[in-house]
């Protein structure tokens, strides 16, 4: 189990980080090479996306994607409903690949989800898992 994670917006001072983690085996792995543009990605803040890096004991570990599919601007996920969302989770830090951190990072968000009223219900989850039996 890993112990307590915190999640915090993710800013420009993590492309450096988020970069070091895109080009991990593990993360190509499970993502390919694709190109997230975190230059631009890291500085923009639309209503309908949210950017967060999983920290455990101060160190940042994954990243985490939220978005609502139905207004999310290259739509991915095709046409959706309104009231979904759709969640990338990427441990980034190979030590803490099969060791909980995808569904404590889940849980984390579902009760600060909780404790802003809103619905947990109608959530559409697609991890990429670039983990392992995680």
């Known amino acids: 189990m890993i112990p307590t994670m915190r999640l915090r917006p993710a ?6 980080l988020l970069r070091r983690w895109d080009a991990a085996p593990h993360i190509i792995a499970s993502k390919g090479t694709e190109d ?10 639309p209503d309908w996306r949210e950017q967060l890096i999983a920290e455990v004991e101060g160190s940042p570990i994954g990243f985490i994607q939220i978005i609502d599919p139905a207004r999310e601007d ?14 990338d989770i990427w441990i980034g830090e190979e030590a803490f690949l099969g ?36």
């Open 36 to 45: 997230w543009g975190w230059e631009q990605e890291l500085v923009r803040s």
């Open 99 to 134: 060791r909980g951190a995808c569904h404590s990072a889940r849980r984390l968000r579902a009760r600060k989800n909780r404790s802003k009223r809103r619905s947990a219900a109608g959530q559409l989850f697609q991890t990429r898992r670039a983990t392992k039996n995680v």
């Open 11 to 16: 800013t420009p001072d993590d492309l450096d």
């Open 74 to 87: 290259s739509h991915y996920w095709g046409d959706c409903p309104t009231g979904l969302r759709a969640i």
